[in-house]
C-alpha cells in the first residue's frame, strides 16, 4: 500500500515538473479563479460594512416640551436607556440646540436674521436615542408611543417607520443582489477552473491508452491525476494567500479613508481570526473542484 | 498457446472484418500475420489484448479463456502479453529506464527488483548507455527497441508485434527482426504482424495470409503470397 501511495505522489510531481508549462497554465488559472473568490468577499464585507454605517446613522429624535425641567427630562432619560432595544441615549438641550443649530447655518444670514427677529430660542430640547440595531427599531417606537410622559411634545414616528421600512427594503434587495451575483460568479469560476483540469488531461489522452495497453488499471492511471489536483489546489491558495495580503495592503487606507469612524480592517479580517476558515474553505473547494474533474476526466479515456 | 475458434467480428457499419477465423498458434512458435491493409491483421491483435469485443466465437490466451473478459480483468491479461507497436507507444514524459520500468511498478513490483531487471533487460536490447534519456532523444530504432524491452521486462510467455518495423529503415528493421528472433529462441511465443514482404520472406517461419477477413493460407516454412 505504501509502495502503491509512493509511486502515485512520485508519478504526479513527475508529471507537474516535467509538463512545465501546463502546469504554470493551470496554476495560473486556478489562481485567477481564487482570487475572483476573495475579491468577491471583499467587496461582501465593504458592503455590509457600509450597509452597517447606514443602519447605525438611524435614531429617533423625541422633542419635549419647551418648558419640561431637567429632572423630568433626566427621569425619562434613564427610562428609555434601560429599555433593551436602546443602546444609547444623548440628551441635548433647548441652548445645545440652538448652537448646533446657528453652526450648521452659519453661512445662511437669513436664519441667523430670522432667529434674532423671533427675540427667543424657538428649538425644544430633545433627547437622541440610537436603538441596538434596525431590526428592534419597531419594537422601541411601540415602546416610546407607549410611554405615558406630559413632557413628551411628539409621538408621531410615521416617517421613521416609513424610512426604516425602506431602508430594510433596500439592504434586502441589495443582499440578494449580491448573493445572486456571488453564485453566478463562483459558478462560472467552477466551470472555469473544471474545464482548465480537464483540458491539461486532455494533453494526456495518448499517454493514459498507453499506459492501459501496458496493463495499468485505471486506479493506477487515475490516481496520480487526482493528486496533481490536490498539488495544484494547495499551490493556488499559497500563491493566493502570497498575492492578497499585499493587496490588502494597499486598499486599506482607502478603505479607512472612506470609511471615516468605522473599523473596516480587511487584514483582520481575512489574516487574522478567520485566515484557517476563509482559505481552508478555499483549498477544500479547489481540492473538490480539481479532483472531481480530474476524476471525470481520466475516466473518458480509460473507458474501454 | 493461442487459439481462435470459429472468430468474427462486425464492425458497426456492417463490415466483416474477421470472419470465421480458426488459428491456433503453439507455445515458442514465431508466427508472421500478413496480408493487405484492412484484411484484419490489427484487429486480430486487438482481440488478443482485450481492446476490441468480437462478435462470434472463442479465444483463448495462454489457457485463459478471453471471451467474455470483464473490464477488471483486462489489465491482468495485457500484463502477461508483450505487445510492441509501428509508433512505439512510449510515455514520451519518462526516460528510457522509467518507460521500461513502468511495466513493472503496474504489476507492483519492489523497488530493488525494478532497479535490478530493468538495467538487465536494457543491456539485452543493446540501450544501457542511453537509461536516462527521453524517447524524443533517441532514434526510432532504439525507441522501438525500448518498446520490446518494456514489453519484455515481465517476463511474458506471448511477445505480439503489430508492424513493429513499419517507421523504420530497413537497417533499424533488421535490427528488431533479429532481436524478435533472439527473444522467441529463449522460448517466448512471437506474433508478427507485417505487410513486409521481405521480412517475412527471410524469416523462413510459419506464415498465417490473411484476405477479407479470413485465413486464405497457413504454411509452415511460408513465404509472402499476395
Keep these: 500500500m505504501f509502495l502503491s501511495l509512493y509511486r502515485i505522489i512520485k508519478f504526479s510531481l513527475q508529471d507537474i515538473i516535467r509538463n512545465t508549462w501546463l502546469s504554470v497554465v493551470t496554476v495560473i488559472i486556478m489562481v485567477l479563479a481564487l482570487f475572483t473568490v476573495n475579491m468577491l468577499l471583499v467587496v461582501k464585507v465593504i458592503g455590509q460594512t457600509a450597509v452597517e454605517a447606514v443602519k447605525e446613522k438611524i435614531d429617533v429624535s423625541l422633542y419635549l416640551d419647551s418648558n419640561a425641567s431637567e429632572q423630568q427630562i433626566m427621569v425619562l432619560k434613564s427610562k428609555i436607556v434601560n429599555l433593551p432595544e436602546v443602546s444609547e441615549v444623548k440628551y441635548i438641550s433647548k441652548d445645545e440646540a440652538l448652537s448646533e443649530f446657528q453652526m450648521r447655518y452659519e453661512d445662511k444670514p437669513i436664519i441667523a436674521e430670522t432667529l434674532k427677529e423671533l427675540g427667543k430660542n424657538p428649538l425644544t430640547p430633545m433627547l437622541i436615542i440610537k436603538p441596538r440595531n434596525l431590526d428592534v427599531f419597531n419594537n422601541l417606537i411601540n415602546k416610546i408611543k407607549n410611554f405615558d410622559d406630559a413632557i413628551i411634545e411628539s409621538k408621531n414616528f410615521a416617517n421613521y417607520e416609513e424610512m426604516i421600512s425602506k431602508i430594510n427594503n433596500i439592504t434586502t434587495k441589495v443582499g440578494e443582489a449580491a448573493l445572486a451575483l456571488a453564485l453566478i460568479f463562483v459558478l462560472v469560476t467552477f466551470l472555469v477552473v473544471y474545464n482548465s483540469v480537464r483540458v491539461a488531461i486532455y494533453t494526456h489522452r495518448r499517454e493514459i491508452k498507453i499506459m492501459k495497453l501496458v496493463g495499468a488499471s485505471n486506479a493506477f492511471i487515475e490516481a496520480p491525476f487526482i493528486f496533481s489536483g490536490v498539488v495544484y489546489a494547495a499551490i493556488g491558495i499559497i500563491l493566493i494567500m502570497l498575492l492578497f495580503y499585499p493587496f490588502l495592503n494597499l486598499l486599506q487606507p482607502y478603505l479607512e479613508t472612506f470609511f471615516v469612524s468605522y473599523n473596516v480592517n480587511l487584514i483582520n479580517e481575512f489574516f487574522g481570526q478567520n485566515v484557517y476558515k476563509i482559505y481552508g474553505a478555499q483549498f477544500a473547494a479547489a481540492v473538490f473542484i480539481n479532483v472531481v474533474a480530474s476524476f471525470f476526466a481520466v475516466s473518458k479515456y480509460t473507458k474501454g | ?226
Design chain 2, 1 to 226: 498457446m493461442i487459439k481462435f475458434e470459429n472468430v468474427s467480428k462486425v464492425y458497426n457499419k456492417g463490415s466483416l472484418v474477421l470472419n470465421k477465423i480458426d488459428l491456433h498458434i503453439k507455445p515458442g512458435e514465431f508466427v508472421s500475420i500478413v496480408g493487405q491493409s484492412g484484411t484484419g491483421k490489427t484487429t486480430l491483435i486487438k482481440t488478443l489484448i482485450g481492446e476490441e469485443r468480437f462478435d462470434e466465437g472463442r479465444v483463448t490466451v495462454g489457457g485463459w479463456d478471453i471471451t467474455n473478459i470483464s473490464q477488471r480483468e483486462i489489465p491482468f491479461l495485457r500484463r502477461q502479453i508483450g505487445v510492441i507497436f509501428q509508433d512505439f507507444k512510449l510515455l514520451n514524459k519518462k526516460t528510457l529506464f522509467e518507460n521500461v520500468a513502468f511495466a513493472m511498478e503496474v504489476c507492483g513490483e519492489s523497488h530493488d527488483k525494478i532497479k535490478k531487471i530493468v538495467p538487465h533487460v536494457m543491456k539485452i536490447v543493446g540501450l544501457e548507455a542511453k537509461m536516462n534519456s527521453f524517447p524524443q532523444e533517441v532514434s526510432g530504432g532504439e525507441q522501438q527497441r525500448v518498446a520490446i524491452a518494456r514489453a519484455l521486462v515481465h517476463r511474458p510467455k506471448i511477445l505480439l508485434a503489430d508492424e513493429p518495423t513499419g517507421n523504420l529503415d530497413t537497417l533499424n528493421t533488421y535490427e528488431i527482426i533479429d532481436l524478435l528472433l533472439r527473444i522467441n529462441r529463449f522460448g517466448t511465443t512471437v506474433a508478427l504482424v507485417t505487410h513486409n514482404r521481405e521480412v517475412v520472406n527471410r524469416l523462413k517461419r510459419r506464415v498465417i495470409t490473411l484476405e477479407n477477413g479470413m485465413i486464405i493460407s497457413d504454411q509452415e516454412e511460408g513465404k509472402y503470397i499476395l
